[in-house]
């Protein structure tokens, strides 16, 4: 990309290996709805132009410099977007993802949408028991994680989830681990609504055809949400959750609404019903590791996401897809160096 809505193939330099770097041969890499904010100019601040886009993707292991032990050439590996330094509070507290010295692939750095890119070996992990599919959708199943661990579920929560895309569908299936009663999805697309009741949801509703607050407090007997996941990028979407949240409850917020406007809350309702609101965004190293092996052990499915697989030569049908098939684009695949 050269700057927003001014992108092409381009032949570019191999990238050079650090001393501490890794190249890797992209198998796949997969288009996230921050990527389509950079492409389409709503994330200009962020990205440094000209530049390759891409931040979700699995590879094997090209070239590695002397000082990465970990890995080998070949191997198959996850690949962390966030560079993070190791040696900043935050990340010393295990709070890679808030690192103080942050970069990232595909905004600041070159990204995935590359047949080879460069990084930290630091930051690739073994993908062994994990599929290319799988490997390359680790980034957003650790976000999935990262809102479901900071629902702090209990066993027996009524939990509703709020946005079936793919982060939601994510963190429905590592809220489904903690055992909560009810897990309920809310959303407007009965098609991916139905997806989330395939994967794991015990109820869901659409909001544009039943009032979501209503029919929360019926299914839960009145009692309300006690763990609400907001994934959805609407004002509205938190407004609900404000409608249907419980005693004691906690509200995770996701996603980005981008709106700039306010949404009130209640203070006395904020007071007597004891709710929090908290954020969840990036994911730490833990968090890569901990979604790795959950989903190596099927407690979450990733493989159902991936909704098309297009060569990088087909970008502008991959743009096609994501803003006129939105009911059936879930995760797409962009695969650099051919199938996979
Ligand atoms: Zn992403
Ligand atoms: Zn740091």
Redesign the pocket.
Known sequence: MNKPFDYGLADLRMPECAHDGVIVKVLAAALCHSDLDIIEGRRRHQVKFPNTVGHEFTGIIAEKGKGVTHVNIGDHVVCECII?????K??RMGF?SL????SELGTMEPGAFAQYTALPGRLVHPAEGLTIEEAALMEPAGNGLHAAETAGILPGDNVVIIGPGPIGILAMQFAASFSPAKLIMIGTRDSRLAFAKQLGATHIININKTNAAEAVMEITGGRGAERIINCATTDVSLETALRITGKNAVIVMEGLSGSGKPVPIMMDDFIVKNFSIVPASGVSTRQYMTAMEMVKNKKVNLTSLVSHKFPLEQMDEVLRTIREDRDKAMKILILPNGSV
């Open positions: 993070w330094c190791g040696t900043c935050q990340c890679t690192c103080d010295n942050f």
